[in-house]
């Protein structure tokens, strides 16, 4: 009989604090959504950026930025003729590219032969001194 009770008491202990446990979690999460909805997000606090430091401020008043080139015909040129230089280059190295994939071709050929060479000695060597 004390064994039943026993067990209804941590049965009801259980549910109990099962009820409990769910509310909570069922509280923080509409207290959560209604603090997102107005606005007031807990999950990322947006700080204000820093304010700029009295070195900064003094490095970039004494280095002001550079006023801009006015030779703007020279840069297209300049650049026409990087870009030249690059398509030059770039036509060398294609070339030196093909010349290296033939290169890897022909070693590969030979690989082979001196593969078959060597296996074909093995042969040679085991009928001369393994004779059945």
Same mark, same amino acid.
């Given at each position: 009989?004390?064994?039943?009770?026993?067990?209804? =008491?941590?049965?009801?202990?259980?549910?109990?604090?099962? &009820?409990?446990?769910l509310?909570?979690?069922?509280?923080?999460?509409?207290?959560r /959504? @209604?603090?997102?909805?107005?606005? #007031?997000? &807990?999950? &990322? #606090?947006? @700080?204000? +950026? $820093?304010? +700029?430091? *009295? %070195?900064?401020? =003094?490095?970039? @008043?004494?280095?002001? +930025? !550079?006023?801009?080139?006015? $030779?703007?015909?020279r840069?297209?040129?300049?650049?026409?003729a990087?870009?030249?230089?690059?398509?030059? /280059?770039?036509?060398?190295?294609?070339?030196? $590219?093909d010349?290296?994939?033939?290169?890897?071709?022909?070693l590969q #050929? %030979?690989?082979? &032969?001196? $593969? #078959? /060479?060597?296996y @074909?000695?093995?042969? =040679?060597?085991? *009928?001369?001194?393994? !004779? /059945?």
């Amino acid at each position: 009989m004390w064994q039943v009770l026993f067990a209804r =008491k941590w049965a009801i202990f259980f549910l109990l604090w099962l &009820t409990v446990g769910l509310s909570g979690i069922a509280l923080i999460g509409c207290a959560r /959504n @209604s603090s997102i909805i107005a606005g #007031q997000e &807990t999950e &990322t #606090q947006v @700080s204000a +950026p $820093n304010a +700029p430091t *009295a %070195e900064v401020i =003094k490095a970039v @008043s004494e280095n002001p +930025p !550079p006023a801009p080139r006015r $030779n703007v015909r020279r840069d297209v040129e300049e650049v026409e003729a990087e870009l030249e230089r690059e398509r030059i /280059n770039n036509q060398a190295l294609k070339e030196e $590219n093909d010349w290296l994939r033939v290169q890897v071709i022909h070693l590969q #050929q %030979e690989l082979i &032969t001196a $593969n #078959q /060479n060597i296996y @074909s000695l093995n042969r =040679k060597l085991d *009928a001369i001194f393994k !004779p /059945n």
